[in-house]
């Protein structure tokens, strides 16, 4: 009886103490689980509810979502359950290894602003774009037409224009003057009557004005074969004066500025590349704060301390899941997406598990894309590696460059887009190479080329180009990445359009030459049939003269010699 007194208060004290426990058991589990949790994610952590199995050794986690401590509201993923199976011993050493894991209902970045802007997107060296604006001007400036005034031919011709107005109206005038003064001797002469002794006077007068007129006659002459002969050395100085009309035009229409193909894939390239750079920055940001390495200072159990391993004894990290299923869904560039994957040794000392962390998502429908994250180190140490794969992922219509200068319009395609970085701390590099196989583009100049068949001819050129490679180096942080890109866009535009525009400027060269030879020739004839219809005036007025000034002097010695 004694017994029974004894043992039954014990019994009921047992009882209570088992109640209690199957009571609490779950919400303690649930405190310790959210602690352990913001813990090791080094983020708020929170679950809706718990579900144990102490007998299976597995977890239940359901309504799991991970924000940022600083901004609550900053959602960085959710998921509606989580199922843990745990390693029963290693439980028993205070360790905690998942053995496997699975989580599905997994969302992240849905509904987050994940897209790169333009205009914030990280740049590079803005010099070559200043190049490429410098070569619109000058392209622009070389097109201009000469001014043909401020040729040397046309300078030359102007002056020799008014040269030889002068000097024919000089020589017109000198032969009309003489042979008046010779028709007014004859008339003077003849008025004088037949008294030669009451006109002896005037008659010995006009034998000197004969010799002076003869004397003029002839210096008419001579004026005009000195006419013809400087008509040729003018001519000669008019042909050295086209001449160097070409040494004017080689200079200014010499060769063509070549297009910068660097500062071409930069001024095309780079807004629509750095903007992609700058979603995967953010991507890679939200990735590392969703899904941190914590630091070495992490602790899931125990107490503070010195662990000594002892010889034999293998050493175990305090937290280690060997491999975590993902079903979920996730956003990219707008697009909603169901994600499938695998992460494996996700633990907070990967020094004792002798692994990094691997992460492996891939989308199973819309567009294909596989990301693949290796996770090492803690703290400042940490390396991750992020490698991004969408073989077939569709680019919508998109403009190129700028519409107020150059600009590449691109059709709908399918794409090929890789991208690789490793981050180390704050620190980032990597390539991101970008292929469009079969591409249908359209270029557009008509702001930098004022003349609409010349646009049209650059632009049928430029749009030949019919596939787009493109490679970015991506250096600098994650915040602040520098950008440095090469495609075959710029090589291939530029090569395209220097051989349109050396064309182009040469037909312009040797058509406006001709146009100012053919201006010279034109005014060259004119002068010289006017010289030779003065010179031809000249010599009639020389012979006419001749022959009235022998008339005047036969007649003159008629009347003297008459008695």
């Known amino acids: 009886m004694r017994r029974w007194k004894y043992l039954v208060p014990r019994m009921l004290l047992l009882a209570a103490f088992v109640l209690f426990l199957l009571a609490a058991f779950e919400p303690i589990v649930h405190w310790s689980v959210e602690r352990s949790g913001e813990s090791l994610l080094g983020q708020r952590f929170e679950i809706g509810q718990v579900t144990t199995s102490l007998r299976e050794a597995e977890l239940l986690l359901a309504d799991i979502t991970v924000a940022d401590p600083a901004n609550p509201k900053q959602i960085l993923f959710t998921a509606e359950q989580l199922h843990l199976q745990f390693d029963g011993p290693a439980l028993r050493r205070q360790r905690v290894i998942v053995k496997h894991g699975q989580l599905d209902g997994f969302q992240i970045g849905v509904g987050a602003d994940l897209t790169g802007d333009a205009s914030t997107a990280a740049r590079g060296e803005p010099d070559p774009l200043n190049r490429s604006a410098r070569w619109f001007d000058m392209i622009a400036d070389q097109l201009a037409p000469i001014d043909q005034a401020q040729l040397p031919s046309t300078i030359l011709l102007s002056r020799l224009v008014s040269g030889w107005q002068a000097e024919r109206d000089r020589l017109e005038s000198q032969a009309t003057g003489v042979n008046e003064r010779v028709q007014r001797l004859r008339l003077y002469l003849e008025e004088a009557g037949d008294n030669p002794l009451r006109n002896l006077e005037s008659y010995q007068e006009a034998i000197a004005n004969l010799e002076t007129l003869r004397n003029d006659l002839h210096e008419v002459h001579a004026q005009a074969n000195r006419l013809g002969q400087q008509l040729a050395m003018d001519k000669e100085s008019l042909g050295v004066a086209v001449a160097r009309d070409r040494a004017v035009a080689d200079e200014r229409y010499g060769e063509v500025p070549t297009l910068d193909p660097a500062a071409l894939d930069e001024f095309l390239m780079m807004p629509e590349l750095s903007r992609q750079i700058d979603t995967l920055m953010r991507w890679v940001a939200w990735g590392r704060g969703a899904i941190p390495v914590p630091s070495v200072n992490s602790r899931i159990l125990g107490s503070s301390g010195r662990n000594v391993v002892f010889r034999g004894v293998t050493p175990e990290p305090r937290m280690l899941v060997e491999t975590l299923v993902i079903n979920g869904q996730g956003e990219f560039a707008g697009q909603r997406m169901s994600l499938q994957g695998v992460a494996k040794n996700l633990t907070n000392d990967h020094e004792l598990v002798g692994l990094p962390t691997e992460i492996t998502v891939q989308a199973i429908d819309g567009p294909t894309m596989l990301v693949h994250a290796i996770l090492q180190g803690q703290g400042d140490s940490r390396q991750d590696r992020y490698t991004i794969d969408c073989p077939s992922l569709r680019q919508p219509a998109r403009i190129l460059g700028d519409p107020g200068q150059l600009s590449v319009a691109v059709a709908p395609a399918e794409s090929h887009v890789w991208a690789r970085f490793d981050v180390r701390g704050p620190n980032v590099e990597g390539d991101l190479i970008f292929k469009q196989p079969k591409v249908q583009m359209s270029t557009s100049l008509r702001h930098v080329i004022d003349d609409p068949a010349l646009a049209h001819l650059v632009a049928n050129a430029a749009s030949r180009v019919d596939r787009l490679v493109a490679t970015v180096r991506v250096s600098g942080t994650i915040d602040e990445p520098a950008l ?41 004839q004119q002068i010289e049939l006017q010289l030779n219809d003065v010179q031809q005036s000249a010599l009639a007025l020389y012979e006419q003269g001749t022959a009235d000034i022998e008339r005047v002097t036969e007649y003159i010695a008629v009347r003297v010699q008459s008695p």
Do not use: C, F, P, Y
């Open 484 to 524: 440095a890109v090469e495609s075959n866009l710029g090589k291939d535009i530029a090569a395209a359009v220097d051989v349109v525009l050396q064309q182009e400027i040469e037909r312009r060269r040797t058509a406006q030459l001709a146009s100012v030879q053919d201006a010279v020739h034109q005014a060259w």
